[in-house]
């Protein structure tokens, strides 16, 4: 525990931090009175100073203006977006302190894990707290880490800034737009799609870099990376990557991996067609060196607009360029849906009691599938890789609750027993997302496809317009046939096992007892084509 003169003189310095950065705000340092004008024109101002980390924790100061009632309640989430499971953040503040006006500690009492009431909230001028990272806590025998791709990391020369790590939200004003100060050293490199409005370096060697986000959303939306980094930017189409590598041991680069990301995203592009939902995207990588303090939770966590993750430090050019491609494929298809086809429980999302979509299937399952089949379809692996791929897949599967409605499972996501069958959406999702596929491009003779659908939806309803949960099985089958709407009843909704060689057989190939999948000597030429057609088998399409 720091002793208080210590902890006073640092917060002394954050309010004077605070008010350097009201300069910049254009509702400078006035103090609204209602609530609803306050959620219009004043944002909540933050601060996260990474010049005056101690004991690997790093000082937050939180400015949410002027409050009307006598008592507010300031939370950390729960359960973020895109994790599907309990989270906790605020098991990772400590010293939460609430000041008046006066510079005197106001009364509050955490409520829960997450929680905060702040009593006399009509005098609340701010509140400090300290940040411990999550990366620390997964070497101290933690039953339920936290992923790594959604925790946090405070080291000398590196800090992933997930923000939800960092920054909670007042029940009343969870759609305030909030504005973003952090100090960093200024020899620091930093990443992030969050809007960048203002950045002044200072004459004790930092920089204070300023962001703003229309809403809390924005806030856990836009994860960071300070420290030092390699950093690559370059065009893919119309798309502006930014690709943040931190190798502690210098073992891997950014150039190194940027053909490889240029690749991949290019195909992926040529994949989805005109699909488009971004102009940035960043990919934030942290590799892992397998110390006992660094991350053991490897692969990524997605945002509209970017993805952070994890892999492994010592792996080989080679073997990094495929994990690359697995997993960072996956997250960027990720703008497809859920980010940009989504329903209610998604739009609306509470980070402390949140409702989870029935639609598990299409957020994880089709975007794991995409990221297959975008490869073969392009050219980046053969038949026989993807193949072997789906038969992987279907074997994993049959290790969970094969009858279990992926529909329930969603819905209850975070409960046992679906919780402990959450990993099947990256097999059975895909292989999902692989039956749909097939049924479409049978019943459409080749002219319309999974992407397809999924392009239509993305034009009825986009990032800004949720469907409803209940209504959506009932739309997709109104948009294609009545085969599809059976297979989503029976093999979705519904406990039937799918029928894998009956789904193999409509584009000729054969599965055996041990799931082995391969091409059937004695198919028709309708139904070769069709496979052809489904692969984009290009020297039969010449």
């Known amino acids: 525990m720091r002793d208080k003169k210590k902890q006073l003189t640092v917060i002394k310095k954050q309010l004077a931090v605070l008010g350097f950065s009201m300069l910049f705000s254009a509702c400078g340092s006035a103090k609204i009175r209602s609530n609803n004008d306050l959620a219009i024109n004043n944002p909540i101002q933050s601060i996260i100073d990474l010049t005056s980390v101690t004991n690997d924790k790093a000082p937050v100061t939180i400015d949410p203006g002027r ?22 953040f605020g098991n990772y503040i400590e010293d939460f302190v609430a000041l008046d006006y006066n510079g005197k500690v106001l009364p509050s009492i955490k409520i829960d894990a997450n929680s905060w ?3 006399n909230a009509k005098q609340l001028d701010k509140i ?13 025998n933690n039953p339920s880490p936290i992923f790594s791709p959604e925790g946090t990391n405070i080291s000398p020369d590196n800090y992933v800034l997930n923000l939800h790590g960092y920054i909670g939200y007042f029940d009343s004003l969870k759609n305030n737009s909030y504005t973003l100060d952090v100090i960093a050293p200024a020899d620091f490199k930093r990443t992030s799609a969050l809007e960048t409005i203002n950045t002044v ?16 959303f924005d806030i856990t939306d836009n994860p960071m990376m300070y420290g030092y980094l390699d950093v690559e930017e370059f065009m893919v189409d119309d798309i502006n990557v930014v690709l943040s590598v931190y190798s502690p041991n210098k073992v891997h680069t950014a150039t190194e991996i940027k053909e490889t990301v240029y690749n991949m995203m290019a195909a992926q592009k040529a994949y989805l067609g005109d699909i488009h939902t971004t102009n940035r995207y ?19 966590l997605e945002h509209q607009k970017s993805t952070v993750t994890v892999l492994r430090e010592w792996s080989s050019k080679e073997y990094l360029a495929k994990s690359v491609i697995d997993v960072v494929a996956h997250e960027f298809f990720h703008i497809v849906t859920p980010l940009g086809i989504h329903s209610e429980d998604v739009h609306y999302f509470d980070y402390n009691n949140p409702t989870f979509s029935k639609h598990l299937w299409m957020y994880e399952g089709v975007t794991e599938y995409f990221a297959q089949h ?15 791929e789906m038969s992987r897949k279907i074997n ?16 209850n996501i975070i409960e046992e027993p679906y919780a402990e069958n959450f990993n099947n959406v990256y097999y059975k999702g895909a292989l999902i997302g692989m039956c749909l596929d097939i049924l479409i491009q049978e019943e459409s003779h080749g002219a319309r496809s999974l992407v397809s659908l999924m392009k239509e939806l993305s034009l009825k309803y986009g990032k800004d317009k949720p469907f409803v949960d209940n209504s959506i099985m009932d739309e997709i089958t ?8 059976l297979f989503l009843k029976n093999h979705v909704e519904g406990n039937s096992p799918i029928p894998y060689d009956e789904i193999f057989d409509k584009v000729g190939l054969t599965i055996s007892k041990y799931n082995i999948i391969k091409a059937n000597e004695n198919a028709s030429d309708a139904k070769v084509a069709l496979r052809n057609k489904w692969l984009h088998i290009k020297s039969h399409l010449d």
């Open 396 to 411: 994993i599967s049959k290790r969970f609750d094969d009858t279990m409605s992926f529909t329930e499972m969603s819905e």
């Open 67 to 88: 409050f009307t009632e006598n008592e507010v309640i300031y939370r950390l989430p729960r359960v973020v977006q895109g994790s599907y499971e309990v989270s906790d």
């Open 374 to 388: 975008f490869q073969v379809y392009e050219g980046l692996m053969t038949e026989d890789e993807f193949y072997l």
């Open 128 to 140: 400090t707290y300290w940040v411990n990272d999550t990366y620390d806590i997964e070497r101290d």
């Open 201 to 216: 370096f200072t004459n004790d060697n930092k920089v204070i870099t300023s962001y703003v986000a229309p809403r809390y």
């Open 282 to 300: 960043d990919i934030i990588l942290f590799l892992s060196d397998g110390k006992e303090d660094s991350p053991k939770g490897f692969g990524a």
């Open 478 to 485: 109104e948009m294609t046939y009545p085969s599809v709407g």
């Open 117 to 119: 009431t702040i009593s």
